[in-house]
């Protein structure tokens, strides 16, 4: 039994020192691939080596020097979230490339969070929102923040444009927003699953601070939520009818559809199917009311581009 315990922690260590090797060596591959004049340095004279030097690495970082040449040579050190994002930054790094870095260094994937240069909505989802202008629609995250919404979905119970940025998030709704409570027709089935599905996802983001705050200001402001948080419940994503009264245009039952949003960790696009011709038909007059609203919203910590993937 000491034997085996041993070797599975030699094991672990082997993985660890090779994760740590493969880190330095992409560190390295895009710091050689980026040349001064693109990072908006001087050339700064003859260079023995191509791309950039690692001391003007870490000054675009704001990091020392002898840190960042420790992370290139896979010492044992663990860089923070805005580390990590200043360093994606300094390398001028894609999301393809921000997302491996962020396995590389944290074992998951890059977060949607505060991190501007993170892009998770493009064009062409903007696009398909505005195809589903009859029909409810929206892109969110796994900490149920709304990045982008089609105005069926703006509107569905009340505007999500209204108000702060942060109540922009379906948790904020839920447990603070009477209107919204008013119009779930089993809202306590309904908030029990979004509370599972909150904990099950915040796994991969205890140390984020977006996480962080939500979570105390719903278990500070709600009791119900700091009720059921403390149940450790799990529920996964999945599809699912609900019945709502909306102020609207009166009792509508849907089918929850979620889909993966490409590469985006934790991101969906969710769509909410009418269950007959009737809620079809309250779903059109919905469409015809705010047919003036602009097709599609975006939060404003989304940040949208054709090149974003």
Not at 227 to 236: D, I, K, M, Q, T
Request: charged residues 25%.
């Amino acid at each position: 039994m000491v034997i085996l315990v041993l070797m599975v922690i030699g094991t672990g260590d082997a993985t660890s020192e090779a994760i740590r090797r493969e880190l330095g060596a992409f560190l390295r591959s895009r710091r050689e691939r980026l040349t001064p004049a693109r990072a908006g340095l001087p050339a700064g004279g003859r260079r023995r080596t191509p791309g950039l030097r690692r001391e003007e690495v870490a000054a675009l970082a704001g990091v020392g020097v002898t840190w960042y040449t420790w992370l290139e040579q896979g010492r044992e050190i663990t860089p923070s979230e805005q580390v990590l994002n200043a360093i994606g930054r300094a390398l001028m790094l894609d999301v393809d490339e921000r997302d491996h870095l962020w396995r590389l260094a944290k074992g998951r994937p890059v977060p949607v969070s505060d991190d501007p240069s993170y892009a998770v909505v493009a064009q062409e989802h903007l696009d398909l929102l505005t195809l589903l202008a009859g029909t409810p629609a929206c892109i969110q995250s796994a900490k149920f923040d709304i990045l982008a919404s089609n105005s069926s979905y703006r509107f569905l119970i009340n505007d999500l444009d209204a108000g702060p940025a942060e109540n922009r998030n379906c948790m904020v709704r839920a447990f603070l927003d009477p209107e919204w409570r008013a119009a779930y027709d089993d809202y306590d089935g309904v908030t029990s699953r979004m509370v599972g599905r909150l904990r099950a996802a915040m796994t991969e983001h205890l140390d984020d601070p977006s996480w962080i705050s939500l979570l105390t200001r719903l278990q500070t402001q709600s009791p119900l939520f700091a009720s059921l948080w403390e149940r450790h419940e799990l529920s996964r994503v999945g599809a699912h009818d609900q019945l709502f009264h909306l102020p609207r245009v009166g009792d509508t039952s849907v089918h929850f559809t979620r889909m993966w949003l490409d590469n985006a960790s934790g991101v969906l696009l969710t769509v909410l199917q009418p269950t007959s011709q009737k809620d079809a038909a309250r779903l059109r007059e919905l469409a015809a009311l705010v047919a003036n609203e602009p097709a599609v919203t975006v939060h404003p910590k989304a940040m949208c581009g054709a090149d974003a993937r």
